[in-house]
């Protein structure tokens, strides 16, 4: 039965849908790192304006994390050694990032 539920989540998100998921500290919005519009709607949720306001981004692994970030292979051996584990990491992004992400205009 989860593995049904899941199913349906994953479908939501590639239909540019929005989901809320727990944290460590509360909820969080997400939707799929490709979503033009899923992106936009979590930016009028949260009610941001035109100043620029990261969005986080949440990585299953290791390559994804190097795929979406850049940083050196201390950085990397540190990220290794600690995830998984109840951390946020803030890392440049990488030219990966949907630029939506990076230049958001409302």
């Known amino acids: 039965e989860m ?25 969080a919005f997400v939707c799929n790192v490709h979503s033009r519009d899923g992106v936009a709607r979590i930016f009028q949720i949260k009610n941001v304006g035109n100043e620029k306001k990261p969005l986080s981004l949440l990585c299953q692994d290791l390559s994804t ?37 990076m230049q958001h205009k409302s």
């Open 65 to 101: 994390i190097s795929k979406y970030g850049t940083f050196n292979n201390s950085h990397f051996q540190l990220l290794k050694t600690c995830l998984p584990g109840p951390y946020t990491f803030i890392i440049p992004a990488s030219k990966e990032v949907p630029k939506v992400w």
């Open 3 to 27: 593995e049904y539920k899941l199913d349906r989540v994953k479908q939501i998100l590639e239909q540019d849908g929005l989901g809320i998921i727990p944290t460590d500290t509360g909820y």
